[in-house]
C-alpha cells in the first residue's frame, strides 16, 4: 500500500549545527512533496514542496532534497536555531487524487542550546 | 496569506453529546479536509470536500459527518461522542494550509 515513513523517529542537535531529517516514501506515483514543522499544540505549518520532476529545491536556511531512484526525500536546516525545534513531517502528495496527504509519523528535532 | 480559521482551540464534551468542529478558509479553495492527530498514529484523515456539498470518506470516517454547504465552511460531526474520539482535530483548506487545531476532549 501507499505510506510515507521517516526514519529517524527524533533528532538531537547543537545550535548552530545542520539538521538532516529524512523520509522515505513507497508511491511513486506523486507529483510532489511538502514538507511541514509542527510546534507544540498548533497546526502543521507549511515549510517547502519540491515537485517530482525537481531534485532539489532551496529555501531560507532550508534546502529539501529528492532522490526518485531510492524513493527518498530529505530536508536539511542550516545553522539550527533553538526556535527550529518541533516535529517535523513530510508529506506526499497526488493531485490526481483530489490532492489527498499521504503523511509520515514525524520526526522530533531537539535543538541544544 | 490564506486563512484557515478553527473555531475552537480547546473543547470539552460528554459522551453522547453532539459536536461540531468548524473550519473556515479565506481564499476560495475547493478541497477541504479534516484530519485528526494521536500520538504514535500521525494524521489521518477523515473526511475531505472537494466541492460544496461533496464528500468524501478519508481513511477514518466511522463516527463522523461532515457538512459543505458553502465553499468557505467545512464542518465535522461527530454525531454521538465517545472517549476514544479524543484528539487533535485539524482542518486544511486547498490541501496544504492547516488551521491551528481544535483539542477535543470527550469525557
Redesign the interface.
Given at each position: 500500500g501507499e505510506s510515507v515513513g521517516l526514519h529517524l523517529p527524533t533528532l538531537s542537535v547543537q545550535e548552530g549545527d545542520n539538521s538532516i531529517i529524512n523520509c522515505a516514501y513507497s508511491n511513486s506515483a506523486s507529483d510532489y512533496f511538502?514538507w511541514?514543522k509542527q510546534e507544540s499544540?498548533?497546526?502543521?505549518?507549511?515549510i517547502i514542496?519540491i515537485r517530482s520532476n525537481m531534485d532539489k529545491r532551496q529555501g531560507q536556511r532550508v534546502t529539501v532534497l529528492l532522490n526518485k531512484t531510492v524513493k527518498h526525500l530529505s530536508l536539511q536546516i542550516a545553522a539550527t536555531q533553538p526556535g527550529d525545534s518541533a516535529v517535523y513531517?513530510c508529506a506526499e502528495?497526488n493531485a490526481g487524487n483530489?490532492?489527498?496527504?499521504i503523511?509520515?509519523?514525524?520526526t522530533s528535532l531537539a535543538v541544544n542550546p | 496569506d490564506v486563512k484557515?480559521t478553527q473555531s475552537s482551540r480547546y473543547l470539552v464534551k460528554r459522551t453522547g453529546e453532539k459536536v461540531f468542529l468548524e473550519c473556515v478558509q479565506d481564499m476560495d479553495h475547493e478541497?477541504m479536509?479534516w484530519y485528526r492527530q494521536d500520538p504514535?498514529?500521525?494524521?489521518r484523515?477523515i473526511y475531505?470536500s472537494?466541492d460544496v456539498k461533496m464528500k468524501?470518506k478519508?481513511d477514518i470516517p466511522e463516527g463522523y459527518s461532515v457538512s459543505r454547504e458553502k465553499k468557505e465552511r467545512f464542518s465535522l460531526i461527530l454525531e454521538s461522542a465517545s472517549t476514544n474520539q479524543t484528539s487533535m482535530y485539524?482542518c486544511?483548506s486547498?490541501?496544504?494550509?492547516?488551521?491551528?487545531?481544535t483539542?477535543l476532549t470527550v469525557v
Amino acid at each position: 500500500g501507499e505510506s510515507v515513513g521517516l526514519h529517524l523517529p527524533t533528532l538531537s542537535v547543537q545550535e548552530g549545527d545542520n539538521s538532516i531529517i529524512n523520509c522515505a516514501y513507497s508511491n511513486s506515483a506523486s507529483d510532489y512533496f511538502i514538507w511541514y514543522k509542527q510546534e507544540s499544540g498548533k497546526g502543521p505549518q507549511f515549510i517547502i514542496d519540491i515537485r517530482s520532476n525537481m531534485d532539489k529545491r532551496q529555501g531560507q536556511r532550508v534546502t529539501v532534497l529528492l532522490n526518485k531512484t531510492v524513493k527518498h526525500l530529505s530536508l536539511q536546516i542550516a545553522a539550527t536555531q533553538p526556535g527550529d525545534s518541533a516535529v517535523y513531517f513530510c508529506a506526499e502528495v497526488n493531485a490526481g487524487n483530489n490532492r489527498k496527504l499521504i503523511w509520515g509519523l514525524g520526526t522530533s528535532l531537539a535543538v541544544n542550546p | 496569506d490564506v486563512k484557515v480559521t478553527q473555531s475552537s482551540r480547546y473543547l470539552v464534551k460528554r459522551t453522547g453529546e453532539k459536536v461540531f468542529l468548524e473550519c473556515v478558509q479565506d481564499m476560495d479553495h475547493e478541497n477541504m479536509f479534516w484530519y485528526r492527530q494521536d500520538p504514535g498514529l500521525g494524521l489521518r484523515l477523515i473526511y475531505f470536500s472537494y466541492d460544496v456539498k461533496m464528500k468524501e470518506k478519508g481513511d477514518i470516517p466511522e463516527g463522523y459527518s461532515v457538512s459543505r454547504e458553502k465553499k468557505e465552511r467545512f464542518s465535522l460531526i461527530l454525531e454521538s461522542a465517545s472517549t476514544n474520539q479524543t484528539s487533535m482535530y485539524l482542518c486544511a483548506s486547498g490541501g496544504y494550509t492547516f488551521g491551528s487545531g481544535t483539542r477535543l476532549t470527550v469525557v
